[in-house]
T-cell receptor, first 109, second 113 residues
Framework: KNEVEQSPQNLTAQEGEFITINCSYS?????LHWLQQHPGGGIVSLFM???GKKKHGRLIATINIQEKHSSLHITASHPRDSAVYIC???????????FGTGTRLKVLA | GAGVSQSPSNKVTEKGKDVELRCDPI?????LYWYRQRLGQGLEFLIY????????KSGLPSDRFSAERTGESVSTLTIQRTQQEDSAVYLC???????????FGPGTRLTVL
């Protein structure tokens, strides 16, 4: 079992739909990242959080440290949101990153 | 200001040769990270540098891999005696600190023939 699990692996949505991507982890962490990898390969950091909730535009990220779970929500999805979304945890103490396998999102117009 | 830059953007080499990949972080960023992404696979963490602290090299895949950083500037990732399994995109990122947003470079695509 991977130390960082994401679900779903693939997701197809219609434009305007509310999207949730989940990340569960089994290790102690100092922080959690959500990253977006565009079809061309470029990677953008969306959020880094260690507690609570963060919001940026149509994106919301939450984390529950006790349950070892984080979610990334996209409201009013748009075809330009089509990308791979990656969860990464920064392990506590050793300061290493462990990545989830990613969620491939396709938003149809 | 400029983002994270990496060079070369593409490198094709023959098995057994050594290669050196370069990363120029954003000025003022004390933390620098190296990652690897094999074709169709997820990201792997290789190593990170924080200021002048000695890096933890345990994430490097083998002793053929080494990385250096001079102060808070340029970093190089060196792969000796390259193998076909080393073919991947090597990504560098930098941040103000380990608890800050990372900015990624465009990557170096390494192909080992």
């Amino acid at each position: 079992k991977n130390e960082v699990e994401q679900s779903p692996q693939n997701l197809t949505a219609q434009e305007g739909e509310f999207i949730t991507i989940n990340c569960s982890y089994s290790v102690g962490i100092s922080a959690l990242h959500w990253l977006q990898q565009h079809p061309g390969g470029g990677i953008v950091s969306l959020f880094m959080l260690s507690s609570g909730k963060k919001k940026h535009g149509r994106l919301i990220a939450t984390i529950n440290i006790q349950e070892k779970h984080s979610s990334l929500h996209i409201t009013a999805s748009h075809p330009r949101d089509s990308a791979v979304y990656i969860c990464a945890v920064l392990t506590s103490g050793t300061y290493k990153y462990i990545f989830g396998t990613g969620t491939r999102l396709k938003v149809l117009a | 200001g400029a983002g994270v830059s990496q060079s070369p953007s593409n490198k094709v080499t023959e098995k057994g040769k050594d290669v050196e990949l370069r990363c120029d972080p954003i000025s003022g960023h004390t933390a620098l990270y190296w990652y690897r992404q094999r074709l169709g696979q997820g990201l792997e963490f290789l190593i990170y540098f924080q200021g002048n602290s000695a890096p933890d090299k345990s994430g490097l895949p083998s002793d053929r891999f080494s990385a250096e950083r001079t102060g808070e500037s340029v970093s190089t990732l060196t792969i000796q005696r390259t193998q076909q399994e080393d073919s991947a995109v090597y990504l560098c990122a930098s941040s103000r600190g380990i608890y800050n947003e990372q900015f990624f470079g465009p990557g170096t695509r390494l192909t080992v023939l």
